[in-house]
């Protein structure tokens, strides 16, 4: 079936990057806005917009009924639901499908298998993917207690339905077991309105790394090479690069078919994300989870393979064969991105919402800016409080890092505070312009 009408239910600058490259494929967009969003860049650029409701995402970006409704009255074929919000929810998916619209994402079943963290790591165990040595869900800090005496400390307690961070907490001792976990457990609830843990050994001297897949229903499954998100702040990203460095051939292939081998398992279709924990003083790899959607650091594998991955994701939607073959995926250069939020780090990393009064961006050979912000917008106090992803692209990683510096040193941000400072702090680090980086690195440049 052709798409001809694309209902884009996000904000953002994902919901600018979907318009953007349907706009070069000749595709009618429409998109959902909430009343805080009505003067946004992505706003301001669609062909059409639906007002769904208030600022609160419960009440807009989070409210199915009245997605599917607008979408229909809207005359949509499909709907695209980017990252974050309900990218990652079944019952939209299967909405889409009961109502005649092509939803451009995984089936249902994928998003619902690989969403709980627990059945995505049995399906890895039968695939013969390592797994981090752990338990089932626990229910009691008595269970916690009893893991942690069979495979020692320090451990990770985890969220079995979600991700990002929320949930997760490193437990180095037995002393404050009981607290962590309500707290843990509490927190999960909140955010994905099941508060099921499980528990995991925890990698002291650990690296991120993900793999980008692209699945059809023909059968065919693809990888797009690896990206290294190891450089995080409370287990959330901030600076991600394309291909991962510092790490031997044999363990980027061996992740790398890892990530297939357990995409094609579940027969996936569209575009996921195989993620890794590395374990450096051992050089092994672990499966840590998959995430059945676009992801915000898409532009570094973007860069390095020339691939549109929104135009590949409406392509196999649509029931298309994949149009690359494993061999015709040819990586160039090194990429980086830098997730730029409006915040106070010498606060805290305080959210600084607020109207932007210059707005100066980056420009040359090998920068990309995706954004949704201008001068004179008003960064709301809603939503996440990323303005925009600094992605460069270099012949190689040293080249990478010295066009992102001369890069962010070009970026003016007036009228709110920015991230920009410490982002360069980051890339000045001896250990990370070394390539000697782990999900600890920043413990060391907030001393």
């Keep these: ?86 990218s990652e929810v079944p019952e939209l998916a299967e909405a889409c499908l009961a109502n005649g619209l092509i939803y451009i994402g995984p089936k249902p079943h994928h998003i619902q298998k690989m969403g709980n963290k627990l059945v995505s790591r049995a399906l890895a165990k039968e695939c013969g993917i390592p797994v981090l040595p752990g338990s089932e869900k626990v229910s009691s800090y008595n269970e916690i207690v009893g893991i942690i005496d069979a495979i020692g400390l320090p451990v990770m307690l985890k969220a079995a339905a979600g991700g990002g961070g929320r949930g997760m907490k490193i437990i180095t001792d037995k002393a404050n077991i009981k607290t962590i976990f309500e707290s843990a457990s509490a927190e999960a609830k909140s955010a994905f309105g099941d508060g099921t843990m499980y528990v995991e050994k925890y990698i002291a001297n650990a690296r991120h790394i993900e793999v980008q897949v692209l699945g059809d229903r023909h059968g065919n499954v693809i990888h797009l090479g690896e990206r290294d998100c190891s450089t995080q702040r409370r287990h959330q990203k901030l600076v991600e690069e394309a291909t991962a460095p510092n790490i031997s051939e044999t363990l980027r292939e061996n992740i790398r078919s890892a990530a297939v081998k357990l995409a094609k398992s579940i027969s996936y279709e569209n575009a996921g994300t195989v993620e890794f924990i590395v374990d450096q003083d051992e050089e092994a790899f672990y499966f840590l989870e998959m995430n059945t959607r676009i992801q915000v650091e898409h532009p570094v594998t973007e860069a390095i393979t020339g691939v549109d991955l929104v135009q590949e994701q409406i392509h196999v939607a649509t029931g298309e064969e994949l149009r690359f073959t494993q061999s015709d995926i040819v990586f160039s250069g090194h990429a980086m991105e830098c997730r730029i939020n409006a915040e106070s780090p010498e606060e805290g990393f305080r959210p600084d919402p607020g109207r932007i009064t210059l707005w100066q961006m980056p420009q040359g050979p090998g920068v990309r800016v995706d954004t949704h912000c201008y001068h004179g917008y008003t960064v709301p106090v809603f939503y996440d409080s990323m303005i925009a992803k600094l992605i460069v692209h270099g012949n190689d990683r040293l080249h990478a890092i010295n066009r992102m510096l001369a890069a962010l040193d070009e970026f003016s941000v007036g009228g709110i505070k920015t991230t920009i400072p410490f982002l360069k702090q980051i890339l000045k680090d001896e250990d990370f312009s070394n390539g000697r980086v782990s999900t600890r690195l920043l413990e060391k440049v907030l001393l």
């Design 1 to 86: 079936m052709k798409i001809s009408r694309i209902f884009i239910i996000n904000r953002g600058e994902i919901a600018v990057r979907i318009i953007r490259t349907c706009k070069v494929m000749g595709i009618e967009t429409i998109l959902a806005v909430s009343e805080a969003d009505k003067d946004s860049l992505p706003a301001k650029l669609a062909d059409q917009i639906v007002l769904i409701g208030p600022p609160s995402p419960s009440k807009s970006y989070l409210n199915i009924p009245v997605i599917i409704t607008a979408a229909l009255a809207m005359k949509a074929d499909a709907v695209h639901p980017g990252y974050g919000f309900l």
